[in-house]
């Protein structure tokens, strides 16, 4: 089976990295859309010309037959669109792990860090407002601005990143939240750093564990036979830091290379 996947950065391989341990018999082309990062800076309307391309790109080189939309902000742009134009794709989107971490919290306390526009769009709304169906939490919001630059340069334990995570946390740890969802694909990359700060028993809800159980379900359904070599392929837009690659995946045999979208 043919998988595209693709973020505005290095965020999705931590999407990759959990399909790598699951997935088998396919070939993932990754694109890692740094030219036109971040896009939770960019309108709707931006994202979803763009996510648009980028699946047009794919399918036309590639010839996929699965698609991961590995950002929370570009999901909630594009996924309608990409599911109304594209519907013979096995198509996966990103959300904030609202419901898991719901179930999860023993003090009903719940912390979401998250980017700017996730927080504002339609789908994370959606999801909270569900909520009082399930139980009834409180949620401790936090836009994280700048994050995702810091991960992207490297910086997972520079003084810089704790200090911010820091001043982020730790009004939640004041408040006794004992679950945080990592609205974002790249958080989970400083998941040591949050819990230094939080301590080591703090519940962090990830989605990349469960895209890549998704996928398997729905690639079965097309018949798709999990068996043989899985290969991945890692091509950037622009400027990308090849050290984090190498970190995240920890995986050497992987093509990487500049493409033009």
Not at 44 to 56: A, G, K, S, V
Not at 88 to 98: A, S
Not at 197 to 223: H, P, W
Request: aromatic residues 6%; proline residues 3%.
């Amino acid at each position: 089976m043919k998988v595209g996947i693709f973020d505005s950065g290095l965020g999705g391989l931590t999407v990759v990295s959990a399909i790598q341990k699951v997935f088998k018999g396919a070939d993932i082309f990754y694109i890692a859309d740094t030219a036109y990062a971040p896009y939770g800076e960019k309108t709707p309307e931006q994202i979803l010309e763009r996510c648009d391309n980028i699946t047009e790109y794919l399918l036309k080189k590639h010839g996929i037959e699965a698609l991961i939309v590995a950002c929370n902000t570009a999901t909630s742009a594009a996924i309608v669109h990409l599911r109304n134009k594209f519907p013979f794709l096995i198509l996966v989107g990103t959300e904030p792990g609202i419901k898991p971490a719901v179930l999860a919290s023993k003090t009903s306390k719940i912390g979401v860090l998250a980017t700017p526009s996730t927080l504002k769009g339609n789908k994370y709304q959606d999801l909270v407002n569900e909520l009082a169906s399930i139980k009834q939490v409180e949620i401790y919001e936090q836009a994280c601005i700048g994050l995702v630059e810091q991960i992207e340069k490297g910086e997972i334990d520079s003084k810089k990143t704790f200090e911010m995570l820091e001043k982020w946390l730790s009004p939640m740890k004041n408040k006794n939240v004992d679950t945080i969802v990592l609205g974002c694909t790249h958080y989970p990359l400083v998941d040591s750093v949050i819990k230094k700060i939080m301590g080591k028993d703090v519940n962090l809800i990830e989605t990349g564990n469960a895209i890549a159980n998704r996928l398997l379900v729905l690639s079965s359904q097309k018949k798709h036979i999990n068996e043989g070599n899985l290969n991945i392929s890692v091509c950037y837009t622009g400027e990308i830091n090849m050290k984090m690659i190498e970190r995240i995946l920890k995986n050497k045999n992987i093509e990487v290379r500049n493409c033009k979208i």
